[in-house]
């Protein structure tokens, strides 16, 4: 699938999740109804998923989450707060890189329109 439909399709369940929801509730709510949506529309998402950090060539023994990889092509990070601040925007960079993965979505869920609170990143 390219990777526009792909990200269209998140986007789009996403905004579901935000119809139905609306703003204001925590984002580990958004996170189980995107989840459900997104395997509703065909397509293959892992929640909390764990990558592990690779530093030196080394694997360590800590790992980080990202809220969401769908189809094991695009990182989703998920927010409900007033404002994006640059450093969320450096998390889903950071995430990108260190789980090589070309495309994320950062989105927050606190604002009144959805399509306001969507960002994509491409490395």
């Known amino acids: 699938m390219d990777i526009n439909v792909l990200t269209g399709k998140i986007v789009g369940a996403a905004i579901n999740v935000h119809r139905e929801l609306g703003p204001g509730v925590l984002e580990k709510v958004y996170e189980v109804c995107l ?9 293959k998402v892992e929640a909390q998923k764990e990558i592990p950090i690779i530093y030196k060539g080394k694997v360590l023994n800590e790992c980080f989450r990202i809220d969401l990889l769908v189809e094991d ?3 989703v990070e998920l927010k409900a707060v007033e404002n994006i601040l640059p ?5 889903i960079l ?3 890189k260190l789980a090589k993965k070309e495309v994320g979505l950062l989105i927050n869920f606190h604002v009144d329109l959805l399509r306001n609170g969507v960002e994509r990143f491409r490395l």
């Open 35 to 43: 989840v459900e949506e997104l395997i509703d529309i065909g397509l």
């Open 73 to 75: 092509r695009v990182i």
């Open 94 to 96: 950071s995430y990108m």
């Open 87 to 91: 450093i969320h925007k450096a998390q």
